[in-house]
């Protein structure tokens, strides 16, 4: 079960390093260091997109980060991996949800991870009509929005390529009318 699918090829990431520091190999602690600062919020929204609560959510990317850290190196298509790994990890707390504390622990620095996915009134609508979409459609659809291309959604879930054209047709339909788009715009 913790074997995770690595075949899909994706682009190339950029990575940003400080200042001072040397460019090490992919697989390293510091590449790792610097992709979780450029993908944790990014990973968080992918749940969230998925129904989870900004909480939840943040819980399911941190399980995912943690996961990947020891098998780093081996992992060819992080962003996919870890969006699969996000996504069972929330899928897992269904049952063993409690309530959170007021506020989550800082990150070393004073900065909590939550404060980059605070939502917009607008995003919070279009968060809210995902959550009204059927699970596969949700599923289909949170992917498309993190940018994969339906062919490696299809490799990714498991299902063909026709299958997530249809859910992602459906999903489609179903947001426009949610949030009241027609042809002409928002009413």
């Known amino acids: 079960m913790s074997e995770q699918r690595t075949s ?7 990575r ?7 460019l090490r190999s992919p ?18 929204r992918f749940v969230m997109r998925l ?16 996961e990947a850290f020891p098998k780093w190196a081996q992992i060819t298509a992080p962003r996919a991996w870890l969006r699969t790994v996000a996504a069972r990890a929330y899928l897992r707390q269904v049952g063993v949800r409690d309530r959170p ?4 622990p800082d990150r070393p620095g004073g900065h909590c991870p939550l404060d980059e996915v605070v939502l917009r009134e ?26 994969f291309s339906h062919a490696e959604i299809s490799a990714e879930l498991g299902i063909t390529a026709e299958a997530v054209r249809q859910n992602y047709a459906r999903a489609r339909l179903s947001l426009k009318k949610a949030l009241n788009l027609g042809a002409e715009g928002p009413r």
Do not use: C, I, N
């Open 27 to 44: 697989g390293s602690r510091l590449d790792f260091a610097l992709f979780y600062s450029e993908h944790m919020a990014v990973l968080t």
């Open 101 to 104: 504390a007021e506020s989550l």
């Open 122 to 147: 607008q995003e919070q609508r279009v968060y809210d009509a995902l959550g009204t979409l059927p699970p596969r459609q949700r599923q289909v659809m949170a992917w498309h929005l993190d940018g």
């Open 51 to 66: 129904g989870a609560s900004p909480y939840e959510a943040a819980d399911a990317a941190q399980a995912a980060f943690v």
């Open 16 to 22: 940003r390093r400080a200042a001072g520091t040397e």
């Open 8 to 14: 899909v090829k994706e682009p190339t990431v950029t």
